[in-house]
């Protein structure tokens, strides 16, 4: 006897929601979500105004699912890397998915850090760059251990949450001028930061 297997994608909700968030970033790129209405939100997913609510209780709401699909992607990569390999490539695959992520959604992420943004996706944000700092104190810790590194100070949760929001300050300031200008140059420039403050003792440069 033959069994039919059906594959089964996305629900039809799920596209809707998908096709919100979709709208709501596009929209992010060229004006505030102060000046976003629901109707644009809910006409972008062909949906009514009361349907949008039925997705997001609030644009809040929205905005905080938005910037965890983005994220999302980047965490997904980082938390994929095995921490046993190079430290100074796994640094300049970190902050190559960063500068990708600025490039792709800056809109977004521009938006959690506004005076728009609520309480609660502030913390959300501060929740997901803990875990990059994490990641980053893994390296920092490894290396040392390994006799790579000089053992410090300052201690690895200091360097690393100091690199972490440096190069996100970095990125975002780019992305503000133009996002043309996260290239490949800024991100030697920012690689190259994180291996002389990881490798280097008392500010001397070591060779690469």
């Known amino acids: 006897m ?4 059906r594959r089964h994608g996305p629900s039809k909700g799920d596209l809707k929601q998908e096709a919100i968030l979709d709208t709501a970033e596009r929209l992010l790129a060229v004006k505030p979500l102060a000046e976003i209405g629901i109707e644009e939100l809910a006409a972008g997913a062909a949906i009514s105004r009361s349907s949008f609510y ?3 209780e609030s644009k809040q709401a929205m905005l905080r ?3 965890a699909r983005v994220s999302d992607v980047l965490h997904a990569e980082v938390d994929s890397w095995r921490r046993d390999g190079d430290a100074r490539q796994e640094i300049r695959r970190g902050i190559q998915a960063a500068a990708r992520m ?3 959604h800056g809109a977004v992420l521009h938006a959690t850090r506004s005076v728009e943004a609520s309480q609660e996706i502030k913390e959300f944000v501060a929740g997901r760059t803990s875990r990059l700092v994490e990641v980053a104190v893994a390296i920092i810790d490894k290396t040392r251990a390994d006799g790579l590194a000089p053992a410090g100070p300052p201690s690895a949760e200091a360097l690393g949450a100091m690199l972490v929001e440096m190069t996100e300050h970095c990125l975002a300031m780019a992305h503000a001028r133009n ?11 920012l690689v190259t930061v994180w291996t002389r403050g990881i490798f280097a003792a ?5 060779s690469e």
Not at 2 to 5: G, Q, R
Not at 202 to 206: A, C, E, P
């Open 2 to 5: 033959s069994t039919s297997l």
């Open 54 to 56: 039925f997705y997001f």
């Open 65 to 67: 699912a938005l910037v």
């Open 102 to 104: 600025w490039r792709e």
């Open 179 to 189: 996002p043309t200008t996260i290239d490949d140059e800024l991100v030697d420039t």
């Open 202 to 206: 008392d500010g001397s440069r070591t």
